[in-house]
């Protein structure tokens, strides 16, 4: 086909590549750079978001999680994967840990719930440092994406869900 093609002058028409264009979206520093030691409570936390199918549709939940000792302090479950799931999971965590201002770095990813202007402004508000990893790199957050599927593999999937509200 290709030299028929090639012969009659003819070329394939060619899809173009996706482009994400981040410009003018908000972004941080990434001020881990993959070290997830610290020296204490309250000095790192790492947040993200998972989904996980159920017979009535998708349930997506938010956590934020101390790298100290690796326990989840802030977490928000909806059927929706929006700005407040992930101002609410950050909201409980502060609360809970009241951190000192300027002291916890906040790290994520670049999805749009983490960029938004709402959750930039509750960053600001609690006094934390947000930080970014690369985008599309999964090792950037490997600690959170490893707590994600230890939870998928020992909880969630060891059977089918009916409701989002059956779901622990």
Not at 12 to 29: I, M
Not at 106 to 124: C, E, I, M, P, V
Not at 138 to 148: G, Q, T, V
């Amino acid at each position: 086909m290709e030299r028929l093609m090639r012969a009659s002058g003819l070329q394939g028409v060619y899809r173009r590549r996706g482009r994400r264009d981040v410009a003018g979206q908000a972004t941080e520093e990434d001020l881990v750079q993959r070290r997830f030691e610290v020296v204490g409570p309250d000095r790192l936390w790492l947040t993200d978001i998972t989904e996980h199918p159920t017979m009535e549709g998708k349930v997506y939940c938010a956590a934020v999680m101390d790298t100290y000792s690796r326990r989840i302090i802030g977490w928000s479950i909806d059927a929706r994967q929006n700005i407040d799931l992930v101002v609410n999971a950050l909201a409980m965590a502060v609360t809970r840990r009241n951190p000192p201002t300027g002291s916890t770095i906040l790290h994520s990813d670049h999805g749009t719930q983490y960029t938004s202007w709402a959750f930039g402004k509750r960053l600001r508000d609690a006094g934390l440092l947000g930080s970014m990893g690369t985008i599309g790199d999964c090792y950037d957050n490997s600690m959170m994406e490893s707590f994600w599927g230890t939870m998928q593999l020992e909880l969630l999937d060891t059977r089918a869900w009916k409701t989002r509200k059956a779901i622990p």
